[in-house]
């Protein structure tokens, strides 16, 4: 079946970019929409960004302008791009498929993988 | 932002009993909710959709219900695999609720 599997650093200084990746195993990429969703410890998950597999994105606002979500069908992975971290980014970060039916739903997930912000 | 409450935030029950999550929306959301379950070191699930459609392949002891701004979401005969953390999430600007922590008793 179709598996979702995080990876990147778990320490990112403060000020510095992070990079993850999500690698979709047991199917295509392609005909789906992709989603970032995150953590941070004792709070609400926090909904980040999607992205179809033709490359149209759609953020959440509060984080629009240090996000970027792309997609890479050849390698069946897309990845998560965020800059000017602080503290208040540390998180556990999953991706998920976005799928709909008569409502739109996070019907697969990640593990999540726990990043931390620290210098 | 749409603001989901969910109540409580954590509950003790024993097997075989029946429990009952709530989840509260700011504004009304027609039936866009949706409810997770999160069982420690694994990755989150999907239960039920549009407030009371259950996923293919989750069993029917899970159930939920509810329109407009207050949402249920009912365990019957809780399975000791059921003690995790579910959470609800609204699907018209995509926000979740904080989670309810189900323990064994």
């Known amino acids: 079946q179709v598996q979702l599997q995080e990876s990147g650093p778990g320490l990112v200084k403060p000020w510095e970019p992070l990079s993850l990746t999500c690698t979709v195993s047991g199917g295509s990429i392609s005909g789906s929409y992709w989603s970032w969703i995150r953590q941070p410890p004792g709070k609400a998950l926090e909904w980040i960004g999607y992205?179809?597999?033709?490359?149209?994105?759609n953020y959440n606002p509060s984080l629009k302008s240090r996000v970027t979500i792309s997609i890479d069908t050849s390698k069946n992975q897309f990845s998560l791009k965020m800059t000017s971290l602080t503290a208040a980014d540390t998180a556990v970060y999953y991706c998920?498929?976005?799928?709909?039916?008569?409502?739109?739903?996070?019907?697969?997930w990640g593990r999540g993988t726990l990043v931390t912000v620290s210098s | 932002d749409i603001q989901m409450t969910q109540s409580p935030s954590s509950l003790s029950a024993s097997v075989g009993d029946t429990v009952t999550i709530t989840c509260r929306a700011s504004?009304?959301?027609?039936?866009?909710l949706n409810w997770y379950q999160q069982r420690p070191g694994e990755a989150p699930r999907l239960l039920i959709y549009a407030a009371s459609t259950l996923q293919s392949g989750v069993p029917a002891r899970f159930s939920g219900s509810g329109s407009g701004t207050d949402f249920t979401l009912t365990i019957s005969s809780l399975q000791p695999e059921d003690f995790a953390t579910y959470f609800c999430?609204?699907?018209?600007?995509?926000?979740f609720g904080q989670g309810t922590k189900v323990e064994i008793k």
């Open positions: 992205i179809y597999y033709s490359g149209s994105t």
């Open positions: 504004q009304s959301i027609s039936n866009y």
């Open positions: 999430q609204q699907t018209y600007s995509t926000t």
């Open positions: 998920a498929r976005y799928s709909s039916s008569s409502v739109w739903y996070f019907d697969l």
